[in-house]
């Protein structure tokens, strides 16, 4: 079943990338916290400072992540059933 | 106080109700174990967030968010990235390779008996722990909360959740014990709000002068001086200065074992053979992420609302901040509604984890390594399960009502640890990677659990040497000085269970496993042939 495997080889990228991007991106909180924080405790929106409003952002970023997955599966699913029919 | 335990015995009446109907419909495994795969996606969304969101979440973030601000808040953030990790590589495979338990997936092309054995001996430690502590958690907040009252005391406060407990999932099985994760998810979410709302009133709903305020908290520190420090700036307690350098890394080891331990946490796990399909299950977990986002944003409002109107120094214990908050903006009744919600938090979280560690120790153990997967007697599995969940109950309770009076926070962070050095990598390995075999996997699971284990008994968690100041329920258990510098043990642990079940698979190559991986990657991916729902 080459189509098959050519969309989990789409699905399995798309994982690989969004899993190593939410990764990169979670763990520089601790590691700029961690390692700069003087570069964190700098205010940039009234008395919120970088620190927060980078925790804040892993938040959306979450959600964000989510949603594009979300979008992309119901795309996989279409086409993983249009192949079983085909079959 | 007494409007706190009428308030809580709703809760109980309505969930033992939801008990009795639970009952009537648990008329087959699938029923028992899984709700005839009924739930739906939002319902799912709500009992995952109802599962996962313990008293160690509610009460012990906004705690430590009041006594050391910003990193604080900090630990909020690693508790819903982690659903990242559920919702893009285990939920759906998990749903469409298994039937009740995580060993289910291992055991679709490894040899069922060995995999099944190590992995339900790590599903049953891993809840054991974190039942145990819970528990103990049931007990203090009572003494915090209904100290006024002769008749409550610690010991009754763990065996009333150990009971409760034991007959929601012995006669409700899975379908009652997903309703009452429901029912305190959304008591859960409207005290949150309502305490949120309450604290931007107090500043005139001003977000500047709510966080001007947190920028300017003057207090009283624990040496007796007056100091003014600004709660949003990190380091207060992974500073690097507060914990001998160790901390920024402590930090990082404690994110792994959140976003790569969630997804291997067995009671999280079998929520999703609860829903119809892998479609169903994918929605499910993007309804909790909601939920769960959620409730950790508004820790702002909790935890550094109580900085700021109750001051660090006039909170009693760090658990007491969210109640103590809600008795000085709502009044009593407010504090007694938050009191109940705390306690319907523990309950919902400790059947869950009762319903999985049976669930286990029936499908994986009973049936499937002691019968060879079949059942001698029909509904043998379930009458198993039953008897294992009125088990785990008893022994839980002994060993909480044992352990009552020593400090057992690191059993949280220990079942973590072992869910993400044990069972994440097979689970990861045994979906996407061809060569894992069965040694492998039990190379893994073995490496994986004996090194947190380990490792968290060497750390300053257990390890320290303390003075004869120090009240026993803060001493530490091994009195010396720790050996390994870390409280969390992820950072090594994580990568010595990958490591265990990558070299095992390339020891012992295993042709059977592999010819079946084309079969389960279909499976996993598209759901055909997966177990279908029964009951509506």
Redesign the interface.
């Known amino acids: 079943m080459p189509e098959f495997r050519a969309l989990l080889a789409r699905k399995t990228r798309f994982i690989v990338t969004a899993t190593i991007f939410f990764v990169l991106y979670y763990f520089a909180l601790p590691v700029l916290v961690g390692y700069f924080p003087e570069l964190m405790k700098k205010e940039v929106l009234g008395r919120l400072n970088w620190a927060y409003l980078f925790a804040l952002s892993q938040f959306f970023m979450a959600w964000a992540v989510a949603f594009v997955y979300t979008r992309k599966a119901a795309e996989w699913d279409k086409a993983a059933a249009a192949i079983i029919i085909n079959e | 106080m007494t409007i706190a335990v009428w308030m809580f015995l709703a809760f109980v009446v309505a969930t033992l109700g939801i008990t009795i109907w639970a009952a009537k419909k648990n008329t087959s495994a699938g029923a028992y174990f899984a709700a005839g795969r009924s739930i739906t996606g939002w319902q799912n969304g709500l009992a995952v967030a109802g599962d996962y969101m313990s008293a160690a979440s509610f009460l012990g973030i906004s705690g430590m968010i009041a006594l050391f601000g ?1 990193d604080g ?2 630990y ?3 508790w ?2 982690a ?3 559920v ?3 285990v939920a ?1 495979p998990l749903r469409n390779a298994g039937k009740y338990t995580m060993a289910d997936l291992l055991a679709y092309r490894l040899t069922p008996r060995p995999v099944r054995a190590m992995a339900s001996l790590s599903t049953i430690i891993v809840s054991t722990f974190y039942m145990v502590a819970q528990m103990i958690g049931a007990g203090m907040l009572v003494k915090l909360l209904l100290k006024d009252l002769p008749l409550v005391s610690t010991e009754a406060a763990i065996i009333g959740v150990g009971v409760l407990m034991v007959v929601y999932v012995v006669f409700g099985g899975m379908l009652a014990t997903t309703w009452v994760q429901i029912i305190k998810a959304i008591l859960l979410m409207t005290g949150t709000i309502f305490l949120s709302i309450l604290v931007m009133k107090h500043f005139g709903y001003s977000f ?1 002068s709510f ?2 305020s ?2 300017n908290i003057t207090y009283t520190d624990k040496s007796g001086a007056e100091v003014t420090r ?1 709660f ?4 207060m307690k ?3 200065e507060v914990t001998n350098g160790w ?3 402590d ?2 080891s404690l ?1 792994l074992a959140l ?1 790569f331990g969630t997804a291997g946490l067995p009671h999280i796990l079998v929520r999703f053979y609860t829903v119809p399909d892998a ?1 169903t299950a ?2 499910s ?2 309804w909790a ?2 939920i769960i ?1 959620t409730f ?2 508004l820790t702002t409002f909790l935890g550094f609302g109580a900085a700021t109107i109750l001051k660090p120094d006039n909170i009693v214990t760090d658990n007491m901040a969210a109640p103590q908050l809600a008795e000085a903006l709502g009044g009593p009744v407010f504090f007694a509604f938050i009191s109940a919600v705390a306690f319907a938090t523990i309950l919902a979280v400790v059947a869950g984890l009762t319903i999985s560690a049976s669930a286990s120790f029936a499908h994986d153990f009973y049936t499937n390594v002691i019968h060879h997967g079949k059942e001698t007697r029909p509904g043998q599995e379930v009458k198993v399960a039953r008897i294992t969940a009125f088990v785990v109950g008893a022994v839980s309770i002994f060993i909480a009502i044992k352990l009552q009076n020593v400090n057992v926070a690191f059993l949280v962070g220990l079942a973590f640890a072992v869910a993400a050095s044990a069972n994440l990598p097979v689970i990861v390995l045994s979906i ?1 990677w061809k060569k894992f075999s069965t040694t492998g996997a039990v190379a893994g699971l073995a490496v994986g659990l004996i090194s947190s284990i380990v490792l968290i008994i060497l750390s300053p968690s257990i390890m320290g040497v303390d003075g004869p100041e120090v009240v026993a329920a803060k001493r530490h258990l091994i009195q010396g000085n720790p050996i390994f510098p870390l409280t969390n043990p992820g950072i090594l642990s994580i990568p010595l269970g990958f490591l265990a079940a990558i070299i095992g698979s390339l020891l012992k190559r295993e042709p059977a496993a592999e010819a079946k991986f084309a079969e389960l ?2 499976r996993a ?2 759901g ?1 042939g997966s177990e279908k729902a029964t009951a509506h």
């Open positions: 910003y808040f900090m909020s953030v690693g819903l990235v659903y990242l990790t919702l893009l590589v759906e500047t966080f001007d947190i920028a600004n949003l700036e990190p380091g992974f500073g690097a901390g920024p890394l930090l990082i994110g976003v479609k994918r929605v977990v993007v992420m909601i986002g950790y944003i996407f990657k279909v991916h598209t055909l």
